[in-house]
């Protein structure tokens, strides 16, 4: 009889899986990496043109805060920037064709008058070598002629520094004048560029903190996103079972209701043991030390964060 059981045996070890010990299998849930969108500063949420459940892409509009404030600034600093290019554009061009205008006018009007001062000198001379006016006469008139001649000078100089550029110093701080302005209206910009806030991915809107009409104070989450891709199955491994896993090893995921065949890859092991989690209802496991191990699911499908699932290790 024994030879028998023992014949039977033999015959069982061949046949794959029979006799063959079965592989762990780990409890654990699933859990989403979640992208939490929320605004650059604060302010009332005059738009939330998005839902629940809502499927976004990247860069789609899913909110806008009030911005009166940030158009006032950015009106400001363009009315800032277009004098700063004003002053910094009449320094390197020197005058403008009005002032211009009016400097030739006076030097016109200076040269009648140098003339005009010339013929009466010319005429006084003539007049003193003939004897008829006095020394006094001519003196004064030559007066005169020097003092035309020095205002048609004097408005020939103008003229020509007029036309010349400011000097170096003015023109680099003129222009240092107006590159900050510019800055200060690109930070306007983009302050009120700020107050729309877009998807940074694609993905798909899981929950809404606040409705149209809050006011969300800065850095505090709008809503959370859910991108493709990035669920994963976080499960507990006993000690034994420890160094049997290293990261990018395959495993595969199951749990009721799901498809047959799902699969994720290791991407986080820890090094310290803990007790088993609360989370884990397993008698099994209860009151050991366990290891967390995190998968990332292949294909999520219409798998749900905080879902129970069952994790066997792939050979």
Partial sequence: MNEFFAFLLGLLSFIPG?????????SGYLEADYVYVAPVSGGQIVSL?????????AGDVLAVLASDQQQALL??????????????????????????D??????EKAQADLALAQANFDRSRSLFERGVIAQAQVDQDRTSLDSAQAAVNQM???????????????????EANLKAAQANADKARADLADRTVKAPVDGRIE??????????????PLLSLLPPGKLKARFYIGEADRA???????VEV????????????????ASDPQTTPPIIYSRDERSRLVFLAEAQMAEPGNLLPGQPVSVRRLK
Avoid: H, M
């Avoid at 606040?210 to 800065?218: D, I, K, L, R, V």
């Fill in 156 to 174: 020939q100089a103008q003229l020509q520094v007029a036309k010349l550029p400011a000097r170096d110093d003015q023109q680099v701080a003129a």
């Fill in 18 to 26: 029979v006799g063959a010990p079965a592989e762990p299998v780990y």
């Fill in 102 to 107: 009016v400097t030739r006018a006076s030097l």
């Fill in 207 to 220: 929950r809404l903190f606040f409705s149209q009409g809050e006011t969300a104070p800065t850095g505090t």
């Fill in 254 to 269: 199951s749990c009721d209701g799901c498809p047959a065949g799902l699969r994720a890859s290791v991407t986080f092991l």
């Fill in 49 to 57: 043109p998005v839902s629940e459940a809502q499927t976004v892409k």
């Fill in 75 to 100: 009106r400001s600093a363009e009315a800032q920037v277009s004098a700063a290019d004003a002053t910094w554009r009449n320094l390197i061009t020197g005058s403008r064709a009005q002032e211009l």
């Fill in 244 to 250: 049997l896993f290293a990261l990018g090893d395959e």
